[in-house]
């Protein structure tokens, strides 16, 4: 997956991970993962309460 952020989104990104866990091989892959994880249960239950539905659809 190639993706394109700001690059202070980025910075800000990569500054919580270091705090967090520290810049070691493979934090930012698996910090990117949780964050979509989180993101995908955030929209699905957000679209669950308001249409009744499971499914997402992007505007």
């Avoid at 952020?5 to 990569?14: L, P, Q, S, V, Y």
């Avoid at 949780?34 to 669950?48: C, G, L, T």
């Amino acid at each position: 997956m190639d993706i394109v952020i700001k690059d202070e989104t980025e910075e800000r990104f990569r500054r919580a991970i270091a705090d967090y866990g520290g810049l070691k091989k493979g934090n930012i892959s698996k910090a990117l993962e949780e964050a979509i994880e989180m993101w995908i249960d955030q929209v699905a239950n957000v679209y669950r309460k308001t249409s009744g539905k499971t499914e997402i659809k992007w505007s």
